[in-house]
Nanobody, 121 residues
Framework: QVQLVESGGGLVQPGGSLRLSCAAS????????MGWYRHSAGNQRELVEA???????NYVDSVKGRFTISRDNANNTVYLKMNSLKFEDTAVYYC???????????????WGQGTQVTVSS
């Protein structure tokens, strides 16, 4: 089994910054794409930004130039640096990792429990 533990959420004023972290542990042979999703009231969960093992990232247009994703493959950890935060960034942010338990095993998607990010003055 794989566990994802997120940290770094909180309350921040508009224009402020936060850095989210997500550490994966457990039966991990290797991980593929890792990323961050968010869910706010009245909206569907959406992909914020994701990054492949090789470092290729994709993101939703609304965070372009403000959010940066990075990862530490050796420690199965992914980060999301969020700058210039806006009211509309308020949401629960979830980490997701595609991981497999052995070299011949299929990749499976695992989710973290979520961390609240609130942007408020």
């Amino acid at each position: 089994q794989v566990q994802l533990v997120e940290s770094g959420g909180g309350l921040v004023q508009p224009g402020g910054s936060l850095r989210l972290s997500c550490a994966a542990s457990g039966s991990i042979f290797s991980s593929n794409t890792m990323g961050w999703y968010r869910h706010s009231a009245g909206n569907q969960r959406e992909l914020v930004e994701a990054i492949t093992r090789g470092g290729v990232a994709n993101y939703v247009d609304s965070v372009k130039g403000r959010f940066t994703i990075s990862r530490d493959n050796a420690n199965n950890t992914v980060y999301l640096k969020m700058n210039s935060l806006k009211f509309e960034d308020t949401a629960v942010y979830y980490c997701k990792s595609e991981a497999r338990a052995c070299s011949g095993c299929p990749y499976r998607g695992y989710w973290g429990q979520g961390t609240q990010v609130t942007v408020s003055s």
